[in-house]
């Protein structure tokens, strides 16, 4: 059930020793800030610990989709878009893309998008068993120094989450362009023993059209950056 309160994260951290994020707090825009007011009420959720009924928050039974640190919210509009009948939940923690994309979710008139300002550790654990179809996870952070690896979100547990929530025939997918976490998530993923690569020995799957380029991205490529994707398939 959604409320007219703005996102809030910060009651999420402290109960953890251990965590993926940091919180960092940029500026909105006013426009942003004006739209976290009035729309956060039509596609926010408000944590609060409480098994998440989907179907009364859509309104409708169906496939559901996660992104797990949507950003700016790019890729998550435009799966949303492209897929109606799909519907879509955004994690983050960070304020200031929540505003960016509720104002383009609301000039695209969708309905089948929602929103959370939580931990996705947690909210994960809210989520009833086999009820996620997809799972989306673009460039989360990498965590490069060897003392933070333990801070990185493709850990055995949390993939052990991800598979409780998803339904069978699920499809988990993935992207980074840090090599060296690539290789973790394949490592993490592959040895898990309910999910499948669905590149076989390859590894790693071309960019699927659904995964827009963004703005960071097409930056890193005029650059020579590599991106690495994987897909996996829940068994």
Not at 33 to 53: N, V
Not at 195 to 206: K, L, P, R, S, T
């Amino acid at each position: 059930m959604t409320t007219d309160k703005q996102p809030e994260a910060s009651s999420t951290v402290r109960r953890r020793s251990v965590r993926s994020f940091v919180l960092r707090m940029g500026r909105a825009t006013a426009a942003q800030q004006r739209a976290l007011t009035e729309l956060w009420p039509k596609y926010g959720i408000d944590f609060s610990g409480a098994r998440l009924d989907l179907d009364s928050l859509f309104g409708r039974s169906g496939p559901r989709m996660i992104e797990i640190g949507f950003g700016n919210g790019e890729a998550l509009l435009e799966f949303a878009r492209a897929n109606p009948e799909i519907d879509c939940i955004g994690i983050e923690v960070h304020r200031p893309g929540f505003g960016h994309l509720l104002l383009d979710a609301e000039a695209a008139g969708l309905t089948n998008l929602r929103v959370i300002c939580h931990d996705a550790v947690e909210v994960l654990q809210q989520l009833t068993e086999g009820s996620i179809a997809f799972v989306h996870i673009f460039f989360p952070d990498p965590w490069p120094k060897k003392r933070h690896h333990k801070r990185r979100l493709i850990q055995p547990a949390f993939v052990e989450q991800l598979a409780r929530a998803m339904n069978h025939g699920a499809l988990l997918r993935l992207a980074t362009d840090w090599e060296h976490y690539a290789q973790h998530m394949r490592e993490v993923i592959d040895a898990s023993k309910d999910f499948v690569n669905c590149a076989g020995e390859q590894g790693f799957v071309a960019r699927q059209e659904m995964r827009p380029l963004t703005r960071f991205e097409r930056r890193g490529q005029r650059l020579g950056h590599a991106v690495w994707d994987l897909e996996y398939q829940r068994r």
